[in-house]
């Protein structure tokens, strides 16, 4: 198990990817935090929660509102009052805008980016204040990690969507300072980007024009699972990472090769 007895935090934890996230880390043996602000998936099903105890894991779920300064301080406290230490933060809590630039309202704006961008910037300072006061691990130098879901719209443009790119590029670029500034701590930053993701929830980005867009982007066959996300996650939260820094992993089937 490549994260046995690790404490990892998922923001947004509680749907989609962010549910597979936290299922897949309690599998590889993680104590996993669930962090959201509803313990229901939006997609329905059973609670991340139940799901990863049913099966022999360990879960616990702290509402969490990430725009929030005091959430995500008690979300860190808690969690290492409880268990002791924090060892992953992934940041995966996201809002989604449906405007392009004039369509986009200060209402719209605000909204996605206070998720997005204002929320990763908590977790991330949150995460790094608490990883700075644990002792390196002795086999790889490492403090702690950082995971932040970007996505390809973090690169090229999000059609209709100019909020939620904007915010995703922020992810991109906290990664790789965050990741410069604190490498000689002994703290790991890195970032996932999906591609297109059916992830079981309903909505505008499933409709007929958009998947038919997505498939003439993707060269791949299919479009991506929620679990294929997650498997790259688990990959850069384990010690096989432990030499990746900064990174922003492509996880889209080939859309930004094409």
């Known amino acids: 198990m490549r994260l046995k007895g690790r404490v990892v935090i998922v923001t947004g934890g509680a749907s989609g990817i962010g549910k ?14 669930v962090a959201d602000i509803r313990e229901n998936p939006l997609e329905g099903g059973t ?3 139940k799901t990863i105890i049913n099966v022999g894991g360990k879960s616990v779920f702290i509402k969490t509102d990430v725009t929030k ?6 979300l860190v406290a808690e969690t290492v009052k409880r268990f002791g230490s924090l060892d992953v933060f992934i940041n995966n ?15 719209e704006w ?5 998720v997005g961008a204002k929320g990763m910037f908590f977790g991330c300072k949150r995460a790094v204040q608490q990883m700075l006061k644990q002792a390196a691990s002795k086999e790889n130098e490492v403090r702690g990690r950082i995971v932040n879901i ?6 090229i443009r999000a059609p209709n969507d100019f909020a939620y790119g904007v915010s995703k590029a922020c992810a991109v670029y906290m990664t790789r300072q965050i990741a410069g500034d604190y490498a000689e701590f002994g703290i790991v930053c890195n970032a996932v980007a999906p591609g297109k993701i059916l992830t079981g929830k309903s909505g505008a980005a499933i409709s007929e024009d958009a998947i038919s867009y997505s498939h003439s982007r993707t060269p791949w066959p299919r479009l991506g699972r929620s679990e294929d996300v997650a498997s790259a996650v688990i990959f850069l939260s384990s010690d096989e990472a432990s030499y990746i820094t900064g990174e922003n992993l492509m996880v889209d089937g080939g859309w930004m090769a094409n």
């Open 150 to 155: 970007s996505s390809q719209h973090g690169m």
């Open 20 to 33: 597979a996230i936290s299922i897949k880390a309690a599998n590889e043996g993680a104590i996993v935090v």
């Open 47 to 49: 609670d991340t929660v």
């Open 93 to 107: 809590a996201a809002a989604h805008g449906r405007a392009a630039l004039l369509d986009t309202t200060e209402e």
């Open 69 to 74: 300064w005091i959430d995500v301080d008690k």
């Open 110 to 114: 605000d909204r996605v980016m206070a």
